[in-house]
C-alpha cells in the first residue's frame, strides 16, 4: 500500500468535503412556438467541512490529475 495522496481544500488544507447539489429548471422559448422547453441542471459541487469553500467535480479531478502527474515526475 502506497501513501495516499489526498485532494486538498485550497484555503485550508482539509480533506473532507460533502456534496452539495443544486437543481434549476431552466425555462426558455422556442421561436414561433407558444411551447416552453426546459432544460434541467443538476449541479453539484462539493464543500469543504471547515471552510465551507465550494469546488466543482471538474476542479476536483483536475487537481487529483495534477497530483498524478506530479508522481510519475518523481519515479
Ligand atoms: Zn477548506
Known sequence: M??????????????????????????????????LLYDKINEEKFECTKCNTKYTREE?????QQIKQQRKGKD
Open 2 to 35: 502506497g501513501q495516499g495522496h489526498y485532494f486538498e481544500c485550497k484555503k485550508c488544507g482539509n480533506k473532507e468535503f460533502r456534496p452539495v447539489y443544486s437543481f434549476c429548471l431552466r425555462f426558455y422559448k422556442v421561436n414561433f412556438s407558444d411551447d
Open 60 to 64: 476536483i479531478q483536475n487537481i487529483l
